[in-house]
């Protein structure tokens, strides 16, 4: 390792505090084994500073567990409302629409004798672009690497065959899949019952629980039972880190889901956010540039990628109506998350077939 900060490795056997080296972008991307891995990258290229601080972390209490587990199921299974229900706060976006989470979004639970990783993967879906393959590679790549996979179905639609699908896939990796009944709030209990039976008939499962991330219930035992799969471990992240998404990803999230706010099927499927650039000019090296207006206002410029000028117009709407409630809803969401006030520049760009265009998505990050 070329960087200094990383070579204060964890000396276990000495009582003293312990220096954690916080994951860089690539790492975060890369997936969770990539934490133990070395890198030799350049510390100048790692992204963001806040991604690459040095923490210090206490003694580990005996018994202490940590380790990774994966929400998988079926578009709108309830995966990304789970994630926050059991972190506690808003870490992936949700929304109506199905496939609307592209990136492996963590949240990190903290008990005080444990550390739940969760890393929040799009729905495996059959693929049918280039993306979407990508997409399930991504996803079966993740799944072989976590301690635990939670398998979620929703209480509220039949077991299907995409749940099928899935559930032969889980049911060959070898990890210990936790069967999820999602939702339990929308059924009578009858039929939550009989839920319950059609889930575990589906295949070998070390545990089955109901969980309602809406109405808050079993989020808890959950919480438990994912962890009784951890092996022992110090922890892995930093205490009071929520997520280690790099802020960059989070802002286009947010932008993302309340582009999505309200249209039609097709576009989810053809949106891609990217940031592609936040400037602050409270920061000591601020060039002092600054955008007409802004103040002393975070400035975030944001692209919204869609294939088709058709879908361009839907975005922007009569008169910049529509773009206008896009930047008005994604700039309070952004505000939040910063924690100051924000300058949000939204541009709409079309880029045609970029789901099928191996040069586009790497531009765009898959
Ligand atoms: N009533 C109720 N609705 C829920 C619950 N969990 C999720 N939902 C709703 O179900 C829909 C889908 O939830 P998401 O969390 O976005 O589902 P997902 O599995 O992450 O979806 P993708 O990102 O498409 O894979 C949203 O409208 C949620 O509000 C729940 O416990 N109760």
Redesign the pocket.
Known sequence: MTDETTDKTTDDTSGRAAVFRFPSDEELMAGPNALEADTDDDPEAQGPASARAEILVPEVPEGYRAGFACLV??????????TNALVGTKV??????????RHNVRGVVHRDDAQLVLV?T??LHRPRTLLGKRLNNLVRETLTDVDVIAL?V?ADEKVGPGDRYIARDVAELGTPVVAVV?????VPRARLAAQLLAVDALGDWADIVP?????GEQVDVLAEVLISHLPPSPPLYPTGEVTDEPQAVMIAELVREAALEGVRDELPHSLAVVVDEIVDPQAADHDGSAVKGAGQRLQVRVSLVVERDSQKAIIIGRGGARLKEIGVAARRGIEELVGRKVYLDLHVRTAKDWQSDPKALARLGF
């Open positions: 199921g079926r578009p709108n299974a309830g995966k990304s409302t789970l992936a976006i949700t929304s109506g629409r199905p496939q609307t989470t929040d799009p729905g979620c929703p999602t939702k339990s709030d929308t969980v309602s991330a809406v109405a």
